[in-house]
Nanobody, 117 residues
Framework: QVQLVESGGGLVQAGGSLRLSCAVS????????MGWYRQAPGKQRELVAT????????NYADSVKGRFTISRDNAKNTVYLRMNSLKPEDTAVYYC??????????WGQGTQVTVSS
């Protein structure tokens, strides 16, 4: 099993920045990728960014490239999402994700990010 706990969401003005954190615990060595997804009201959950646990290879949605940065600290078992130049359309509940070698997905409880115009 894997447990994920997000923190760092909040209300910010357009153009501002936030950093989300996701503390990971449990069967960490079985995790291959970690990432962030988001879900806005009335929309499907979408990928924001992923990072492989060992090599640190990253992948981003086109909508956040150049503005968001995903990183991980394996010593602290934590994944981060630094969000700069935030836009109102970034408003959503952000979920931390971990995928294990058997392709099982685990999700955090979500953290709200609201960007005011």
């Amino acid at each position: 099993q894997v447990q994920l706990v997000e923190s760092g969401g909040g209300l910010v003005q357009a153009g501002g920045s936030l950093r989300l954190s996701c503390a990971v615990s449990g069967s960490i060595t079985s995790i291959i990728t970690m990432g962030w997804y988001r879900q806005a009201p009335g929309k499907q959950r979408e990928l924001v960014a992923t990072i492989t646990r060992l090599s640190g290879f990253t992948n981003y949605a086109d909508s956040v490239k150049g503005r968001f940065t995903i990183s991980r600290d394996n010593a602290k078992n934590t994944v981060y999402l630094r969000m700069n130049s935030l836009k109102p359309e970034d408003t959503a509940v952000y979920y931390c994700n971990a995928r294990r070698t058997n392709m099982t997905n685990y999700w955090g409880q979500g953290t709200q990010v609201t960007v005011s115009s």
